[in-house]
């Protein structure tokens, strides 16, 4: 599973989330080309970034074989991977009326977004994944609303091919006696 998997499964959850509570599903776009596409609010556009990869984990204790994997069915990580993620949400609350105070209504309007949001890559990622930062862009208030990017890690580690050898066996000629 890539990046792009992993991105699909939050989206679809946050998705599913976002219509289960009558609210409205931002639009999705990927990659830094798109964050200078001004989409209307709300919209959530994810950033790869750096992230360092290092010596695998063990995955707990028993034997070398155990810790990597069974070859076939769950290949052993290479390498762990901590990919960087920039979402960059922009949101908008209702119109203001009067003079009121819309940068508020929008910060609230990112906010709803983005507990959503941490809640979907929870229910997708389980514990492979931290959020590490926060910041906001409150200069940007505007008919697009404001900005809120949360920085995120995800545990994606390279892993060895599924093991071809070890297939198993389907159909297995049985011989009553061995031929000399």
């Keep these: 599973?890539?990046?792009?998997?992993?991105?699909?499964?939050?989206?679809?959850?946050?998705?599913?989330?976002?219509?289960?509570l009558n609210l409205e599903v931002p639009?999705?776009?990927?990659g830094e080309n798109d964050l200078a596409v001004e989409d209307a609010p709300p919209r959530i556009?994810?950033?790869?970034?750096?992230?360092?990869?290092?010596?695998?984990?063990?995955?707990?204790?028993?034997?070398?074989?155990?810790?990597?994997?069974?070859?076939?069915?769950?290949p052993g990580p290479l390498?762990?991977?901590?990919?960087?993620?920039?979402?960059?949400?922009?949101?908008?609350?209702?119109?203001?009326a009067n003079g009121g105070d819309q940068q508020r209504a929008d910060i609230g309007a990112c906010e709803i977004i983005g507990r959503h949001l941490v809640t979907a890559l929870h229910a997708q990622l389980y514990g492979s994944y931290r959020v590490t930062s926060e910041r906001w862009d409150t200069t940007s208030v505007s008919n697009l609303g404001v900005l809120w990017?949360?920085?995120?890690?995800?545990?994606?580690?390279?892993?060895?091919?599924?093991?071809?050898?070890?297939?198993?066996?389907?159909?297995?000629?049985?011989?009553?006696?061995i031929q000399h």
């Excluded at 639009?27 to 990927?30: G, S, T, V």
């Excluded at 790869?48 to 707990?60: C, S």
């Excluded at 390498?79 to 203001?96: E, F, K, N, S, T």
């Design 27 to 30: 639009l999705f776009r990927f």
């Design 149 to 177: 990017i949360l920085s995120i890690v995800v545990g994606m580690p390279f892993v060895r091919e599924a093991d071809t050898l070890s297939l198993p066996v389907i159909d297995f000629p049985e011989t009553p006696v």
């Design 1 to 20: 599973m890539g990046l792009i998997d992993v991105i699909a499964l939050v989206e679809d959850q946050l998705t599913l989330t976002m219509r289960g």
């Design 79 to 96: 390498w762990a991977r901590a990919l960087g993620i920039d979402v960059h949400i922009w949101g908008a609350g209702p119109p203001v």
């Design 45 to 74: 556009v994810w950033v790869p970034r750096q992230g360092p990869v290092g010596a695998p984990d063990k995955l707990g204790g028993g034997t070398n074989a155990s810790r990597l994997g069974d070859g076939a069915t769950s």
